[in-house]
């Protein structure tokens, strides 16, 4: 990140002198960044697949769960930083069969509806964080990350992780 601030203030002198006078500053701070204190650095331990966790896992019990997101055509939650995951034994549909949004797991459907789990990041008071996932954590459809945080039942028995870490996988 110190590398891109550099080569933007760089780029910023170079073209001082070609033209306009007035010159725009960017500064970029990783630690201004909401998400900073919600990506974690390296993947926590003991991840378990979301069909695993909403087998075994009860309310108000830390856990630490792996997934893909997805599980329907728009998987992110407008206006906070949630979204769903699917276990990763869940295939997902590829686009040569003929689905154009393979995170919405159209082809198996079935086996979604007992290996999906929500993700809401919430900050230390418990409250969703009011910034789109996706920007905040850089992140898409089918990206696979590891949450750690509590577990939420509601009465029909769907799992909410109220996390407060979040590791993305490289892909």
Request: glycine content about 8%; charged content about 20%; hydrophobic content about 35%.
């Amino acid at each position: 990140m110190k590398i891109c601030s550099l080569m933007l203030m760089g780029l910023s002198v170079l073209f001082t002198g070609c033209g306009s006078s007035e010159v725009t500053t960017v500064t970029l701070d990783e630690s201004s960044s909401p998400a900073t204190q919600y990506l974690a650095e390296s993947e926590p331990a003991d991840a378990i697949p979301v069909g695993e966790a909403r087998e075994a896992t009860e309310d108000g019990q830390d856990v630490t769960l792996v997934g893909l997101i997805g599980g329907s055509s728009e998987p992110f939650v407008e206006g906070i930083a949630a979204f769903t995951i699917v276990d990763p034994k869940v295939p997902f549909c590829a686009a040569d069969e003929g689905c154009p949004t393979p995170w919405d797991y159209c082809c198996t459907q079935d086996q979604v509806k007992d290996n999906i789990a929500t993700v809401k990041i919430v900050d230390e008071s418990g409250n969703p964080v009011a910034q789109d996932a996706r920007k905040m954590l850089s992140v898409k459809e089918l990206s696979t990350v590891v949450v750690k945080g509590t577990a939420k039942r509601d009465d029909q028995g769907n799992l909410t992780v109220a996390a407060n870490q979040v590791f993305v996988r490289s892909e």
